[in-house]
């Protein structure tokens, strides 16, 4: 794999990293030799990147349409420049935050990440964190401790001329390091396709429970791929592996969704992909895509502050309001009473500006379609929770469900089926769960999830879904190879 590096002028780089190609913004851009060539080149942009659509960002824009891969995607520059910080906000980086700077004196603190490392040796784990969530080579990150608790103010992306001049030989080195690891772990083609299982024993809402998991790791096996788990705090190794799948709670603002950005950045296979997560764990967006391609939902409300008072009128008692996040059946609530209804709403008004509401259809069990690679893999009945009205009942320290039946996709009403793969495929190619509820003359889509559960005795698909991991490993590889 070729590794340029781009620079307004190739001045701005004074220093020589073995096996690293200089060239100007302007060469790249324009020059033939490379939008024709370097097909699996690496880019590592360091050019200035504050002016909105300026060369910085179309380094790395052209670097994607060609088929590179630039540090940093032209994305991370967009929303920097529009402040919007994304998964640096997010509560697990938060965390992380006030860890690292829990013993800090002062209160304000700028903390720098040259390709992960930082110059100072003083905060190598936010550098980490840092470099991990952005794939930036150089960054600037400013910090503040307000009422006792630390946050993120302000970061920036660095080029080569913000590079003092005593750490120039540092910034080379870490250079130098990182390209080394990537080489080391550069996918051969003649070796066996290699699949990370990213799992949490952590979970208390695991999508697969641990015989699943062995299962997965047989049939794979089986197949002539090798498995590995690979656990929260092992990013950095994600691009050993020739395919990612995430078998842990998945979110935007969870650490699963930083996997799935970094494993589709370095070609990976990927379930579940960033777009299939970031569609999916928002009932909003979801609840909109089904409604504009025609697919049956249940009779529905976009709920704002202002129209609170429609719910009753439109949708009757009682009825069900989601939280636009929510999963496992979590931030789902029963409303039967205007009371209630108050109570629900401003709670979830605190966490998001828009909530869904739709009219109860009470059934004794749910359906399940699970689709991958745009094809019906398994059905399952969920049926509730004895004494509840959904497949988990959760009490203080107990949680029971109903029973499971699965069955083959023969012995599914045909519309179940159809409905199920139409929603699914309306979202993308990867794993979805879709739940339904089948009435006398309907069947309404319910939610399509990403990351649906695959447990073992329920949903037994090993050999299926590692069939379909092994295929399109090797159609990549094909794709890729020189």
Request: aromatic share 8%; glycine share 6%; hydrophobic share 40%.
């Amino acid at each position: 794999m070729n590794a340029i590096l781009v620079v307004n002028h190739e001045r701005d780089w004074p220093v020589e990293v073995p096996g690293l190609i200089v060239v100007s913004a302007r060469k790249y851009l324009s020059g033939a030799a490379y939008s024709e060539n370097h097909h699996r080149a690496r880019v590592f942009n360091l050019c200035r990147t504050e002016r909105y659509q300026g060369r910085g960002y179309y380094v790395s824009l052209l670097a994607e349409a060609r088929g590179h891969r630039p540090m940093p995607e032209a994305k991370t520059i967009s929303d920097l420049q529009a402040d919007q910080l994304g998964n640096l906000r997010s509560s697990g980086f938060r965390e992380q935050i006030q860890r690292a700077l829990a013993g800090n004196v002062e209160d304000k603190i700028v903390i720098e990440a040259y390709f992960g490392r930082d110059p100072l040796r003083l905060n190598d784990s936010l550098s980490q964190q840092l470099f991990g969530i952005l794939r930036a080579p150089l960054i600037s990150a400013s910090f503040a401790r307000h009422d006792g608790e630390w946050s993120l103010t302000h970061v920036q992306l660095l080029g080569a001329t913000d590079i003092a001049a005593d750490r120039r030989l540092f910034v080379a080195q870490t250079a130098t390091e990182f390209m080394a690891r990537s080489r080391v772990r550069i996918r051969d083609v003649g070796q066996d396709p290699s699949l990370a299982i990213l799992y949490n024993n952590d979970e208390p809402n695991p999508p697969s429970n641990e015989q699943a998991l062995e299962r997965f790791c047989s049939a794979a096996q089986a197949l002539g791929m090798r498995t590995e788990f690979l656990r929260r705090t092992e990013i950095e190794r994600v691009s050993e592996f020739d395919a990612l799948f995430i078998r842990d709670t998945t979110g935007v603002s969870n650490y699963t969704y930083q996997f799935a950005r970094r494993a589709a950045a370095e070609g990976l296979v990927v379930v579940d992909d960033p777009d299939s997560i970031l569609k999916c764990t928002n009932k909003v967006y979801v609840n909109e895509l089904l409604i504009r391609h025609r697919v049956a939902v249940p009779k529905t409300l976009m709920v704002h502050r202002d129209n609170v008072d429609q719910i009753v009128t439109v949708l009757g008692l009682p009825c069900v309001i989601k939280q636009p996040d929510g999963a496992f059946s979590l931030g789902v609530s029963k409303i039967e009473s205007s009371d209630q209804l108050r109570s629900c709403v401003d709670k979830l008004f605190a966490k998001s500006d828009l909530l869904i509401a739709q009219e109860w259809l009470p059934t004794a069990f749910d359906w399940r379609v699970g689709v991958y690679d745009r094809r019906p893999l398994y059905v399952c009945k969920y049926f509730m929770a004895p004494g509840h009205w959904q497949v988990i009942k959760r009490e203080a320290g107990c949680q029971s469900e109903g029973l499971t039946q699965a069955l083959s996709i023969g012995e599914t009403p045909e519309i179940v089926v159809k409905t199920g793969l139409r929603a699914a495929n309306l979202i993308g190619d990867g794993l979805y769960g879709v739940d339904l509820k089948e009435t006398a003359d309907q069947c309404y889509v319910m939610e399509v999830n990403d990351n649906p559960n695959v447990d073992a005795g329920k949903e037994d698909v090993y050999r299926e879904l590692m069939g379909v991991f092994l295929r399109r490993i090797r159609e990549r590889k094909r794709a890729t190879s020189p």
